[in-house]
C-alpha cells in the first residue's frame, strides 16, 4: 500500500506536466476546449465511455475463461475487480510491473492457489500481447500510409513498441511452454538472496519454490491444447484493444468528425496505442500525447488537435483509471471486511 500510495503520488505529478505541456503549447485554448464540449454530440460521446469500460470488462472476462478453465469460476464482478486492480497499477508503475500483482492479491484472497494464479496472468499477458500485434500487424497491413503520416520520432516510438511487443510475447509464451526457466530464474534469485543475506532459510525456500513450480507445470499441462479457450480468452483480449482504440474514433466523431476519415483515425490511435510501448513510463503518459498530436494534426487544426487529445486521452486513460481507482477502492474494503469476520 505504501509503495502504491508512492507511485500514485508520482503518477499525479507526471500527469500534471504532461497535461501541462499539451496546454501550454499547441496554441491551446481553454474556450476552445469548453466549446468543443458544448457542441459535441452526446449520443457519440456515450458511445466512447461505454468503449471506455469495456476496456475493463474484457480483461475481466478474459481472466474469468482462464480462471474456470482451471477450475474455478468466478463471476462478473471479480473478473471486473481483477481486472480494474492490473489497469490501474501499470497505469501508474513503470513498464506497467504493479498490474499482475495488484491482480494477483484480490486473486488469492478470492482463495485461488498461487500457482492457478501465475499461470492465468502468464497466459493472459500472452494473449493481451498477442491481441495488440494482431492490431499492429493490421495496422501495418490495412493503413501504412497512416504510418507515414507521423513524424521520424513518432515512427520510430511506434516500431520500438512493436518490437518490444514481439519481444514480450516470446518470453510469455517461454514461460509456459519451458517452464524449467521460470523455475531456474526463481532458484536463482532465491540462492543469490540467501548470498546477500536477504533471504533467511534458504533450503526450506527453495523446497516451496520447487512445489510451485511443480503445481505450476500441472496447470499448464492442463491449458495445454485447449484451443477453444484461447481462442475465447483471446477474443477478449483482442476486443479489449479494440474497445480502447475506438474510443478516440467516438470522440472523435462527437466533435463532429467525418464518417470518411474514421477508418484512418482509428488506425491513427492504433499506431498510438502501440507507441506507448516505446517507452518504460507509467501509462504512456508523454509518449501517447505527443504522438495523438502528431498523427490528429492531419485530421484537425493545431489548437482543435490539443483540445482533442485532452478530450480523448481524458476518456480513454484519466476516467478509466478513477473507474479503475474506484473499483481497487472498494475491492479492498470488501477484502478488508471479510478479513476481520473470519
Not at 57 to 79: D, P, R, S
Not at 90 to 95: F, H, Q, W
Request: glycine residues 8%; aromatic residues 16%; positive net charge.
Amino acid at each position: 500500500m505504501k509503495k502504491g500510495t508512492l507511485w500514485g503520488i508520482l503518477f499525479l505529478l507526471l500527469a500534471f506536466f504532461t497535461v501541462w505541456a499539451v496546454i501550454s503549447n499547441n496554441n491551446f485554448s481553454f474556450a476552445a476546449f469548453f466549446q468543443m464540449l458544448r457542441s459535441s454530440s452526446a449520443q457519440w460521446m456515450a458511445a466512447a465511455v461505454v468503449c471506455m469500460l469495456g476496456f475493463i470488462i474484457f480483461e475481466g472476462m478474459a481472466l474469468q475463461v482462464i480462471l474456470q478453465a482451471l477450475g474455478y469460476k468466478k463471476g462478473f464482478g471479480n473478473g471486473f475487480l481483477y481486472s480494474a486492480a492490473d489497469i490501474y497499477f501499470s497505469a501508474i508503475t513503470p513498464s506497467a510491473t504493479g498490474g499482475q500483482p495488484a491482480s494477483a492479491f484480490f486473486m488469492i484472497k478470492d482463495g485461488i492457489p498461487g500457482a492457478v494464479v501465475t499461470i492465468s496472468l502468464v497466459a493472459n499477458l500472452i494473449l493481451y500481447t498477442l491481441a495488440l500485434l494482431t492490431v499492429g500487424f493490421l495496422s501495418f497491413a490495412v493503413k501504412p500510409a497512416v504510418f507515414f503520416r507521423f513524424h521520424l520520432p513518432g515512427r520510430i516510438c511506434i516500431l520500438l513498441g512493436f518490437l518490444f511487443l514481439c519481444a514480450l510475447a516470446l518470453f510469455f509464451y517461454m514461460l509456459i511452454a519451458r517452464p524449467h526457466i521460470l523455475e531456474k530464474t526463481g532458484s536463482f534469485f532465491v540462492n543469490l538472496g540467501g548470498k546477500l543475506r536477504f533471504v533467511r532459510h534458504r533450503k526450506k525456500k527453495q523446497e516451496k519454490l520447487r512445489l510451485a513450480m511443480e503445481e505450476y507445470r500441472q496447470c499448464a499441462a492442463l491449458m495445454a491444447g485447449r484451443r477453444a479457450l484461447f481462442a475465447k480468452a483471446f477474443l477478449c483480449n483482442l476486443l479489449q484493444r479494440v474497445s480502447q482504440i475506438t474510443v478516440t474514433l467516438f470522440a472523435y466523431l462527437a466533435i463532429g468528425g467525418t464518417a470518411k476519415q474514421a477508418a484512418d483515425v482509428w488506425f491513427t490511435q492504433s499506431f498510438v496505442t502501440i507507441g506507448t510501448y516505446s517507452f518504460p513510463i507509467p501509462g504512456g503518459m508523454g509518449v501517447a500525447d505527443y504522438l495523438l498530436l502528431d498523427g490528429f494534426r492531419f485530421y484537425l487544426r493545431e489548437a482543435d488537435a490539443a483540445s482533442f487529445e485532452l478530450l480523448s486521452r481524458g476518456i480513454s486513460f484519466y476516467v478509466c483509471l478513477l473507474v479503475s481507482a474506484l473499483t481497487v477502492l472498494v475491492g479492498m474494503i470488501f477484502t478488508l471486511k471479510r478479513r476481520n469476520l473470519t
